[in-house]
């Protein structure tokens, strides 16, 4: 798995604030470029999941906001409301991409480890037979 290369994105419903708005079809552009897994989200209309994991985020128009939250088990669960679209859009890429990245300091890559799975084998079996005292007879 490779790690996402994040580009902050602050964004606020006031115009003239030096940040760039963005509106959903924008967001799942962002999203793909920061290599989030499109089964992840669910936005109606612009970016829909068919068949997708057992809990996805959703991001949706209602009557009077833009609502982001959490789809598990067909149960929708509202994390929080907007008034625009660039605050839910906003909300919803800073929680995707924060829950790819690695933290610091982090164990190594799956995809090393994997690479690396004879070696680790090896002084696993290393490790146990050192430790491993006379047998127990009762």
């Known amino acids: 798995m490779r790690w996402p ?3 902050p994105v602050r964004v606020t419903s006031e115009a003239g604030d030096g940040t760039d708005p963005m509106d959903s079809a924008e967001l799942v ?5 920061a290599d ?3 089964a992840f989200y669910d936005i109606p209309g612009v970016h829909e999941v068919s068949a997708g994991p057992d809990a996805q985020y959703f991001l949706r128009r209602e ?6 939250g959490v789809r598990q088990r067909s149960q929708d669960s509202v994390v929080r409301r907007f008034s625009t679209e660039a605050g839910a859009c906003a909300h919803l890429y800073d929680t995707l991409v924060r829950s790819l990245a690695r933290p ?3 164990a190594q890559p799956l995809d090393e480890l994997l690479a690396d ?3 680790i084998q090896r002084q696993a079996w290393a490790d146990f037979r050192r430790h491993e005292g006379p047998a127990d007879d009762g």
Do not use: I, K, M
């Open 5 to 7: 290369r994040t580009r």
């Open 29 to 33: 552009e962002r999203l793909r470029e």
């Open 36 to 38: 989030v897994p499109d």
């Open 63 to 68: 009557a009077d906001a833009w609502t982001v």
């Open 104 to 106: 610091p300091g982090a």
């Open 117 to 119: 799975t004879e070696q």
